[in-house]
């Protein structure tokens, strides 16, 4: 079951029941079915206003963000979805922060609510390091769906693994 690498963590019976799609060679119909649409975000400065629409709405007062864009070099296994980045700089006396979300570039074409979930995510990060209990309990206030989020977009990177885009 290489074919599911992205799935590991779930429990077993999860993992059995996407296996059988894939079998069945169904689960792009599953997928389609839950999500039938792509987002219109393509750009850079698309996705900028996107994600400050988000943080507007639920973290006013959190740090402002200086990038916000799609990043190929981004390889999804080893830095998962998208990468926050708090940057410190020395210019003279002063030091000067900036905080930057990339977003892997395969999430250019996909669903708007995974992209939204990536989003939700990485903008949790200006307010939790850590991907702890309270990390989450923000993530879920932001995208009550959050985890059947995570879980569905983990489902269509397996989709993407066996060489078939949808999107």
């Known amino acids: 079951m290489s074919s599911l690498k992205y799935l590991a963590s779930y ?35 698309a996705l900028r206003d996107y994600t400050l629409a988000i943080k507007n709405r639920y973290l006013k007062k959190s740090a402002p963000l200086s990038k916000v864009v799609f990043d190929n070099k981004i390889h999804v296994i080893n830095n998962a979805l998208g990468l926050h980045k708090y940057i410190n700089r020395v ?14 570039g395969i999430f250019k074409n996909g669903p708007e609510a995974f992209l939204n979930m990536i989003v939700v995510h990485e903008l949790a990060h200006l307010r939790e390091r850590e991907h702890n209990k309270a990390f989450y309990q923000l993530c879920q206030h932001m995208q009550p769906d959050y985890h059947q989020l995570e879980f569905d977009m983990r489902v269509y990177l397996t989709q993407l693994d066996i060489g078939e885009e949808i999107y």
């Open 11 to 45: 429990p077993q019976h999860l993992q059995d029941q996407i296996q059988r799609l894939i079998d069945e060679e169904r689960l792009a119909d599953y997928l389609l079915g839950k999500y039938p649409d792509h987002h219109s975000f393509k750009n850079d400065g």
């Open 91 to 104: 210019q003279g006396s002063k030091t000067k922060s900036k905080n930057e979300i990339h977003i892997a």
